[in-house]
């Protein structure tokens, strides 16, 4: 599992940073050569984005090609609840694919 760290680490709250997304396309990209250049299958290999995820960001970085998304602040300070940020969450990052 590789982690791109999406804030500056520390605290929760913070918005997110455009720069996951160019690394989340780098990942993706060596994890596709890696199979066609040697052969080896690296889709074991998953991508984990931390930091600034919501609504308008899980989608992007679910494009960008990230696998799992680490949400904390946008749950937990949900206005209708843990359930429904989670189901928002999943909704945004589901239509992206």
Known sequence: MVDVLAVEPGFGGQSFQDSALLKLR??????????????NDMSHVKFMVDGGINTNTSSLVTEAGADIM???TFLFRHPRGLSQGVKELLDSSCSAK
Do not use: Q, T, Y
């Open 26 to 39: 780098k990942l993706r990209e060596w994890r596709a050569s890696a199979r066609v250049l040697s052969g």
């Open 70 to 72: 680490v949400a904390g």
